[in-house]
Structure formats: structure tokens, C-alpha cells
């Protein structure tokens, strides 16, 4: 995929994602699919041939919607759901774009300080 395409593509994920969290605050807060109706809308033939990129993420969003409760928004107070929160999403969108195996600190020393940061920060929390 050229550099035009991934800009379209990651650009188009990125203006849904500002839309969707826009909007959380008039969402109703249900899903207004059940999971079995859900489990049929993903229940899909596995295709010999690729598909664009742009028609994977496009059908995605549309299979998943129906399905997803507004847990991001203001009104919702069942659960915490800090990692969803919008610096959390863009630093996962960047931990997924890099793709970095954490556990060979040789190869990539970046992606091992940051867990092992981590995890001394989690041992702190309960120290």
C-alpha cells in the first residue's frame, strides 16, 4: 500500500474515531443489537480474493455499530473504562502501527523500557 493510501485509510479510521466520541454524549448508551444477531452479522464466508483496505474498515464499522453500547460517554457510569479514554486510543493506534515485540530488548529497546516501566510503575501502585 502506497503512501497516499495509508493516509486516506488511516485519516478515515481517525475522522470516525472523532465523530464517534463526539457524538458518545447522544448515543444511547444500548447496543441495539443482541449478541446472537451480531454473531450472525459477523458470520461471514471467508473469501479466496482480497478486499480494498478502505471496504474492510468500512464494513467493520458497519457490522460492529449495531452492537456497541456508549460506555465512552458522558452519561454512562457502569464501568471505568480508562485505556478508551483519548490519549489511551492514540497511543494504542501507535503501539498497533508500530508492531513491536516487547520481549526482545536487543531488537527493540523501545518497545522493552516502555513494559518494563510499566510494570515498575504497577508494582509502585501496590508497593
Request: charged share 20%; proline share 6%.
Amino acid at each position: 500500500m502506497d503512501k497516499t493510501a495509508l493516509e486516506t485509510l488511516y485519516a478515515s479510521v481517525a475522522r470516525y474515531a472523532a465523530g464517534r466520541r463526539a457524538e458518545d454524549g447522544a448515543r444511547s448508551h444500548r447496543p441495539t443489537a443482541s449478541y446472537p444477531e451480531q454473531v450472525e452479522r459477523f458470520r461471514l464466508p471467508v473469501q479466496d480474493d482480497g478486499v480494498p483496505a478502505d471496504q474492510v474498515i468500512q464494513e467493520l464499522i458497519a457490522h460492529a455499530e449495531p452492537g456497541l453500547a456508549a460506555i465512552t460517554g458522558p452519561r454512562f457510569y457502569g464501568w471505568v473504562m480508562g485505556g478508551s479514554n483519548p490519549v489511551g486510543v492514540a497511543a494504542d493506534w501507535l503501539t498497533s502501527l508500530w508492531g513491536q515485540n516487547a520481549g526482545n530488548h536487543l531488537a527493540t529497546p523501545s518497545a522493552a523500557a516502555a513494559e518494563e516501566q510499566a510494570a515498575t510503575a504497577l508494582l509502585e501502585l501496590f508497593d
